[in-house]
């Protein structure tokens, strides 16, 4: 018996720290992508110069745009509300992995301590049980 309780202590609590840890990280990638794109505005100026307009450049808008989609579907998906979604969506655009990573943050302190990391990824807890999230039959 006591084992039993020791390893559901121990499983519970990797999994306040593994949620904790990711809402660490995606608060610091946030902030990271924020100090990034005001550095870059206040030393280099506008980015929707000619001169930036290069192959390279537009590869990577490309997959900007990509990306962009994907988690835009994601967040339609996740939101209850179509007006939250939309507003979401406008922001995600608009400044990328910056709300990006607030929006992952945001949802992760959704979480209580006992949910594992994994219910970020889907619109409400009802409609994923452990077992069937899990993989586990």
Not at 32 to 37: A, D, R, S
Not at 106 to 120: A, E, H, K, N
């Amino acid at each position: 018996m006591t084992n039993l309780m020791f390893h559901m202590n121990e499983t519970e609590q990797r999994t306040k720290c593994s949620l904790l840890i990711a809402r660490i990280l995606s608060l610091a990638l946030s902030s990271l992508m924020l100090g990034i794109l005001i550095y870059t505005l206040v030393t280099d100026g506008s980015p929707f110069r000619r001169d930036v307009f290069t192959p390279r450049m537009t590869a990577a808008v490309i997959d900007f745009i990509v990306n962009a989609i994907a988690v835009s579907v994601w967040v339609a998906y996740k939101e209850s509300s179509w007006l939250t979604a939309t507003i979401l969506i406008i922001l995600l655009n608009l400044c990328g992995s910056t709300v990006t990573c607030a929006y992952i943050a945001l949802q992760l302190f959704r979480l209580s301590s006992q949910d594992p990391v994994y219910f970020v990824l889907f619109s409400n807890r009802n409609s994923c049980n452990n077992n069937a999230c899990a993989g586990e039959s």
